[in-house]
C-alpha cells in the first residue's frame, strides 16, 4: 500500500522560508518521476516541480528559482526547500507520483505566507 506523508509546513512572513518533507512507503521514490502540487481552497490541485528518476528536476515559471525539489534515495524522502515565499504560495502542498496517482494523495501540509 502506497502512502504519501507531507509535513513542515506553517505560517511564515512574505521573504521566508520553509522546507517540506514528503516521507513515503510501499513504493521506491528513486524509481519514479515525482512532484509537488499544491491547492488552493476552490481552486484545482496545481502541478508546480519535479524530479526524474534520474534526478532531472523542471519547475514551473511561478516558483523557478525560488524553489528546489530534492530526493533523499536512503531515507524515501521527497523534499521541497522553499525561499523567498511569497502570500501567493499560500495553499496546501502535497507530493505524488507525476502523472499523479488518485489512490495516492496524502493529506497534504498547509503552508501560509502572511505578515
Known amino acids: 500500500q502506497v502512502q504519501f506523508v507531507e509535513s513542515g509546513g506553517g505560517l511564515v512572513q512574505p521573504g521566508g522560508s520553509l522546507r517540506l518533507s514528503c516521507a513515503a512507503s510501499?513504493?521506491?521514490?528513486?524509481?519514479?518521476?515525482m512532484g509537488w502540487y499544491r491547492q488552493v481552497p476552490g481552486k484545482q490541485r496545481d502541478f508546480f516541480a519535479t524530479?526524474?528518476?534520474?534526478?532531472?528536476?523542471t519547475y514551473a515559471d511561478s516558483v523557478k528559482g525560488r524553489f528546489t525539489i530534492s530526493r533523499d534515495n536512503a531515507k524515501n524522502t521527497l523534499f521541497l526547500q522553499m525561499n523567498s515565499l511569497r502570500p501567493e504560495d499560500t495553499a496546501i502542498y502535497y507530493c505524488?507520483?507525476?502523472?499523479?496517482?488518485?489512490?495516492?494523495w496524502g493529506p497534504g501540509t498547509q503552508v501560509t505566507v502572511s505578515q
Open positions: 505524488n507520483r507525476v502523472p499523479p496517482i488518485s489512490g495516492y
Open positions: 524530479i526524474t528518476s534520474r534526478g532531472i528536476t
Open positions: 510501499g513504493i521506491i521514490l528513486s524509481t519514479y518521476n
